[in-house]
């Protein structure tokens, strides 16, 4: 009788009490009910077969497999896109790739080992021992040490015409001062891998290495570890003449990018797409790095769309795109080319590297926030499911109630170890959110792996209860999103304010502690500014949410000026830094759309004979493109990014936008 009581009350309590302020809990625990992350580590492991290289044989297969899973799981439209790359064909600011055909490729010591039949590096049983972009080539030649082999220094008073030398530098680097312009035969790279707090840590990691993606005439690079580097550096110290016979079949050649999509449909569709993104393409196995990604928006296709055509959820508003291309590339093709599709992509959600054991790996998922210059209601979304799915974790961790734990029974029982993080770089999520696009995207990533880029990003790395976490923040999120109406902008206009006032408050604490009046004065104000751009956000994804915007954007510019007040209060009167800057005005050329700096490619140094030195580079660079919009003067724009990423010198600004107007990008006016 008593547990019945309990039990009724317990029930009217959670009636109460929903779980989440943006999904009802009916179907919110139908996604946590369905998600599996076990079926999403399954398909890593199929993926992490497949050498995923941009325009490759390797990555065809994966994209026919994806294509398969995605028809199986039910998703309309699905297809293979292809986007020539030959090197010469150009989706906006980027020139594509060649593609790479690899089939072979071994090394092994002939002398003075020859006995013991040293075998180095075979392509056949590992993936990375041979670099990206390597062509045709067998040749019988020695060991040269040349250091780093990046710098003109690194190759004073030694001949390594005709050899193969040894080198720790940016193995396309090495290349080029080597063998194009010192005419060595090849590359023996051991260039370590993305720096972490576990650098150095692990001396068997082989990296994955890449040639210049445009240069045809590439002879080859292969890759070994450190410790097996060190061997060889020791030896050759020693004044030992090591032999070596490289034989390698593979071509640069021009092939095609390869982009994978298909659809849940929307009833509505003048109500815009959400996109689900990740990249398809890395390295075998390339577990984390993304085959991870890949798995996870494929398991939220599966997922959602099971539950769409069962009638447990709702057909959503909007339509549902899933996209898996090779990384930034194949995301570049396809706005290009879609560039009819951008005005209806309302949100983006992009995972890369979702499923690290954080046990072996070292990784922290981060839920990471867009850039200053796209300030939106995705944050709030996904921080909404986001603090629910870690708070299931935490409490099936602590006190062992795992009534939200969504734990996987082929996955771990731990705590979920994530954060909300401010932007970051290094993905497609660049792209989707550059100045040209604008496409506000949840982008879900793992930082750092100590294994990324490397042979060992082997499945086994995988937790399947954190993938099956982050396939539930990215369906309640992505399914919020593609239904949300009236009721729901409210719900969404709300919390973006509440959780803006948080933020708006953490500025007033920064501004407090600033030490420059201008500074303190500043931090409030972008705050505040930012705030109200999240809130007119709300609307542009649910039009019907416009009243009630309204109505909160005049509170949270009164808080502004609350933050304001408190600062004359405590800090003295609001004064102006230098201005001088505050009539220089650049504007955007329409016709040069998209990123200008995409991983291998340079669209300055492709447009200008000579790039002149520029301080800004990096987030900087991207961040002050995206802020020009024709109205913002250079004072503004800076005003802006020193808010959101410290130090950054007007001046530093203008002579970057003159580089900018120089290649074409931008126009100036006010210059004085
Ligand atoms: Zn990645």
Same mark, same amino acid.
Request: no cysteine; net charge negative; hydrophobic share 45%.
């Given at each position: 009788m008593k547990t019945v009581t309990i039990a009724l009350l317990a029930c009217i309590l959670t009636a109460q009490t929903p779980k989440t302020s943006l999904l009802p809990d009916a179907q919110l625990l139908a996604i946590t009910a369905e998600a599996s992350g076990s079926l999403a580590k399954d398909t890593i492991i199929d993926l992490a077969r497949f050498h995923r290289v941009h325009a490759s044989p390797g990555f065809h297969e994966a994209a026919e497999y994806i294509a398969a899973k995605a028809r199986e799981y039910g998703l309309e439209d699905v297809h293979i896109e292809l986007f020539p790359a030959d090197g010469k064909t150009t989706y906006n600011t980027f020139r594509s790739y060649l593609g790479w055909e690899p089939h072979f490729g071994h090394l092994v010591e002939i002398s003075p080992r020859s006995e013991r039949n040293e075998e180095i590096a075979d392509y056949s049983k590992q993936r990375t021992a041979l670099a990206d972009y390597s062509n045709i080539a067998f040749v019988i030649t020695e060991l040269i040490d040349v250091g780093a082999g990046t710098s003109a220094k690194d190759y004073e008073g030694k001949d390594v015409k005709y050899q193969i030398v040894l080198a720790g530098g940016d193995v396309a680097t090495v290349h080029r001062q080597a063998v194009e312009l010192r005419g060595a035969f090849g590359v023996l790279s051991y260039q370590p891998n993305q720096v972490t707090g576990w650098s150095g840590d692990y001396p068997d990691l082989v990296r994955w290495g890449h040639l210049s993606p445009y240069n045809e005439k590439n002879t080859f690079a292969f890759m070994i570890s450190s410790r097996r580097a060190h061997e060889f550096q020791s030896r050759l110290g020693r004044g030992d003449k090591i032999e070596l016979q490289a034989m390698v079949d593979a071509q640069i050649k021009p092939s095609n990018f390869e982009v994978v999509t298909g659809v849940i449909r929307g009833t509505d569709p003048d109500a815009g797409e959400i996109i689900f993104s990740c990249h398809l393409c890395h390295q075998k196995p390339g577990a984390n790095d993304n085959a991870s990604g890949a798995a996870a928006i494929l398991e939220d296709a599966r997922l959602l769309a099971l539950l769409i055509k069962t009638r447990t959820l709702p057909q959503p508003r909007r339509t549902i795109r899933f996209i898996w291309p090779p990384e930034i590339a194949g995301t570049m093709c396809y706005l290009a080319r879609h560039a009819d599709e951008i005005p209806k992509m309302r949100a983006a959600i992009h995972m890369d590297m979702v499923g690290g054991d954080p046990k072996i790996t070292k990784s922290i998922l981060h839920l990471t926030?867009?850039? /200053? +210059? #796209?300030?939106? =209601?995705?944050?709030? $979304?996904?921080?909404? =499911?986001?603090?629910?799915v870690l708070d299931g974790a935490r409490r099936a961790a602590m006190e062992g109630d795992f009534s939200d734990a969504n734990i996987s029974p082929e996955g771990s029982k731990d705590m979920l170890l994530a954060d909300f993080h401010d932007f970051t770089m290094g993905s497609d999520h660049d792209v989707y959110e550059e100045g040209s696009f604008r496409v506000p995207t949840i982008y879900m990533n793992d930082w750092p792996d100590v294994f990324i880029h490397t042979n060992l990003d082997t499945p086994d790395n995988m937790d399947a209860t954190k993938l099956q976490r982050v396939a539930v923040i990215g369906a309640a999120s992505g399914y919020f999103? /593609? +239904? /949300?109406? /009236?009721?729901?902008g409210k719900k969404l206009a709300g919390e973006v304010f509440a959780r803006g006032g948080q933020r708006q408050a953490r500025a007033l604490q920064q501004a407090l502690a600033a030490n420059? #009046?201008?500074?303190?004065y500043n931090y409030v104000e972008q705050a505040g500014r930012g705030e109200q751009a999240a809130l007119q956000s709300v609307a542009q994804l649910i039009p019907e949410a416009k009243p009630v915007v309204d109505g909160l954007l005049a509170k949270s510019n009164a808080r502004l000026e609350e933050s304001k007040a408190v600062l004359a209060e405590l800090r003295g009167k609001q004064i102006r830094g230098d201005e001088t800057l505050s009539r220089v005005i650049p504007a955007r050329n329409p016709k040069v759309i998209g990123n200008l700096d995409v991983y291998y490619y340079d669209y300055l140094k492709d447009h200008l004979d000579t790039v002149p030195a520029v *301080? #800004?580079? %990096?987030?900087? @660079?991207?961040?002050a493109l995206n802020l020009v919009d024709g109205h913002r003067n250079v004072m503004e724009i800076h005003n802006t990014l020193r808010a959101a990423y410290g130090e950054v010198a007007p001046q530093d600004l203008l002579d970057y =936008? *003159?580089?900018?107007? *120089? @290649? %074409?990008? $931008?126009?100036?006016?006010?210059l004085p």
């Open positions: 926030r867009t850039p /200053a +210059s #796209l300030p939106s =209601f995705v944050n709030d $979304v996904a921080a909404v =499911f986001g603090e629910y999103l /593609a +239904s /949300a109406g /009236a009721g729901e420059l #009046l201008p500074d303190a *301080k #800004l580079n %990096g987030t900087l @660079a991207y961040e =936008f *003159k580089v900018l107007e *120089k @290649a %074409g990008v $931008v126009s100036i006016r006010g």
